[in-house]
Structures are given as structure tokens and as C-alpha cells.
């Protein structure tokens, strides 16, 4: 399956952003879907996962409560949806879609990547 992210941007503390990853190839639904994120030099961290059909969804402890991750399967795209952002949410966020896991080496398919930045 080939990924495409989307929505990055410069945006203020307190703001929000949705990112968009749109799925081509393989049949979308047959994948669970998450965001990792990674800032130059660091490893890549998990952030959010969701199911297949969209009834499970994982966050990480520093975003829950502040982003939603969902899934339209009928479109081919998931969704990131992040509120209340802080500097530290910096990073690129990468979509990816593969095996139920909160461990990159368990997704088999990634999205380019798409720069969020939050200034303080």
C-alpha cells in the first residue's frame, strides 16, 4: 500500500492542526493505521494506532487526551487530528499502516512524512 501525509504546517502553542493520510494500493481497511513522529536525531516515537475498522484506537501517554486518530475507510484515509499542541509536539509525523503495534519495525508501509512546527 503507498502512503501520502498530508497537513503539516507552522502553527502557535494551544493550536491545532489535522493531518491526512491517503492509501492507495492494497485494500486500506485490511490495515491497522498509526502516526509516529521524529525529530532530527532522535528515534522515531509512536504517537496514535487504530484498527482496522476503526473500533480500537492507542495513544501514546504524551498526546492522549489531546489528539484523535480516525480512519475513513471508504475514502482510503486516515486521520490525525491534534489539539491543544505544544513546542514540544514538534517533529515530522509519518503515517503507517501495517500490524497492530505501538513499533515502527511492525509497519510494513510509510507515508513521506509531513512537518508539523509549534512555536512557543
Known amino acids: 500500500v503507498q502512503l501520502q501525509a498530508s497537513g503539516g504546517g507552522l502553527v502557535q502553542a494551544g493550536g491545532s492542526l489535522r493531518l491526512s493520510c491517503a492509501a492507495s494500493?492494497?485494500?486500506?481497511?485490511?490495515?491497522?493505521m498509526a502516526w509516529f513522529r521524529q525529530d532530527p536525531g532522535k528515534e522515531r516515537e509512536f504517537a496514535a494506532a487504530?484498527?482496522?475498522?476503526?473500533?480500537?484506537?492507542v495513544y501514546a501517554d504524551s498526546v492522549k487526551g489531546r489528539f484523535t486518530i480516525s480512519r475513513d475507510n471508504a475514502k482510503n484515509t486516515g486521520y490525525l487530528q491534534m489539539n491543544s499542541l505544544k513546542p514540544e509536539d514538534t517533529a515530522v509525523y509519518y503515517c503507517?499502516?501495517?500490524?497492530?503495534?505501538?513499533?515502527?519495525?511492525?509497519?510494513?508501509?510509510w507515508g513521506q512524512g509531513t512537518q508539523v512546527t509549534v512555536s512557543s
Open positions: 487504530i484498527s482496522g475498522s476503526g473500533s480500537t484506537t
Open positions: 494500493g492494497r485494500t486500506f481497511k485490511n490495515y491497522h
Open positions: 503507517a499502516a501495517g500490524s497492530s503495534s505501538v513499533f515502527a519495525r511492525r509497519y510494513n508501509y
